[in-house]
């Protein structure tokens, strides 16, 4: 009886180590499978220091979710005028009256909020150079904003008219710090609703169209009285102008005539209009339209003629506009 229990059990044995190696190996043959990553598509990525990057590659039209219609109120000839912007895929324009228009649009991202425009100049050169441009968004209240860099004549002269690496580096760093300051434009819902806005611009109040640098009076430390005996609050003072902004007066005689270069006589202009080179104005009226309160820096020849070249200073941001008469 015993030795039947016993081989009973060498019977079974080898059964059970066949159980043991099939179930190992069933168990070896199934593949692990990794997490799944949770992370998603962004716009923007981190690099080792934790700060944001973004493509380093134009993308062609403009960002999609601004694209549309845009206005902003300003002041043209005497009279409030809401200026449009048409931010569109294969073309891009804004400014009132003398327009920049850009052609063949692309653009690359350089921040949360500021993006760099690349197109083709197609109004004022024949010879259709690239132009850059860096904006600003914002959204105030549920409604977009775009604010455009307003460059100066000599920033232009810089390099931001060229299609080289630097000029696109120059593009990117611009500030709202005074020396350049933004004009927003708000969205509108369609091209009617902002060419009805345009027929009426006084019913929109609602434009913001102040520099994000103008943070009210607490900026305007200053006081200038014009030649005229009336008072503006300013940003600088005339010496700090000069200091700033590389303006520093200067009289020379060639034995025959005076020369001075930027002078000064207390002329503050409001809203002036000044000559951009553009082939519609004339040598008595300009063509393009500033807002604002300036201070007017002239550059004269004495020599019996009256064309004078003027440096305009803006009291409230300090930024500088040129007026070749």
């Not at 009886?1 to 180590?17: A, E, G, R, S, W």
């Not at 300036?294 to 019996?304: I, M, R």
Request: net charge neutral; hydrophobic share 25%.
């Amino acid at each position: 009886m015993k030795n039947t229990k016993i081989n009973h059990v060498l019977l079974l044995l080898p059964l059970f180590l066949l159980g043991l190696i099939l179930a190992g190996c069933s168990s070896s043959s199934t593949p692990s499978v990794p997490e799944k990553s949770n992370t998603t598509s962004q716009q923007s990525s981190s690099n080792d220091n934790g700060k944001a990057t973004y493509p380093n590659k134009w993308t062609d039209g403009v960002p999609a979710k601004y694209k549309g219609y845009y206005g902003r109120m300003t002041n043209a000839y005497g009279e409030k005028t809401l200026a449009p912007m048409y931010f569109l895929d294969k073309s891009v324009s804004f400014g009132v009256g003398d327009a920049t228009v850009l052609d063949s649009v692309q653009y690359k991202q350089v921040s949360d909020t500021d993006y760099v425009l690349k197109g083709i100049d197609n109004h004022y050169d024949s010879s259709r150079p690239t132009f850059y441009v860096k904006i600003s968004t914002k959204v105030k209240n549920g409604v977009s904003y775009i604010g455009t860099y307003i460059m100066s004549d000599q920033a232009q002269a810089q390099g931001m008219s060229d299609n080289s690496a630097s000029s696109f580096d120059k593009t990117k760093v611009l500030k709202d710090d005074g020396t350049y300051t933004i004009d927003w434009y708000k969205h509108y819902d369609s091209k009617a609703a902002l060419l009805s806005a345009q027929k009426s611009p006084s019913s929109d109040t609602s434009s913001d169209t102040k520099s994000s640098s103008n943070k009210g009076s607490d900026d305007l430390k200053y006081t200038i009285t014009s030649k005229d005996g009336k008072t503006y609050k300013s940003k600088y003072t005339i010496d700090q102008m000069r200091q700033k902004l590389d303006l520093p007066y200067s009289k020379t005689n060639d034995g025959n005539f005076d020369t001075v270069k930027n002078g000064y006589d207390g002329q503050i202009v409001e809203n002036p209009t000044v000559h951009s080179g553009s082939s519609d104005e004339t040598h008595a009226e300009g063509s393009k339209q500033l807002s604002g309160n300036y201070a007017v820096f002239y550059n004269k020849t004495y020599d019996g003629g009256n064309a004078m070249d003027h440096t305009l200073v803006n009291l409230e941001t300090g930024a500088i506009e040129k007026d070749q008469a």
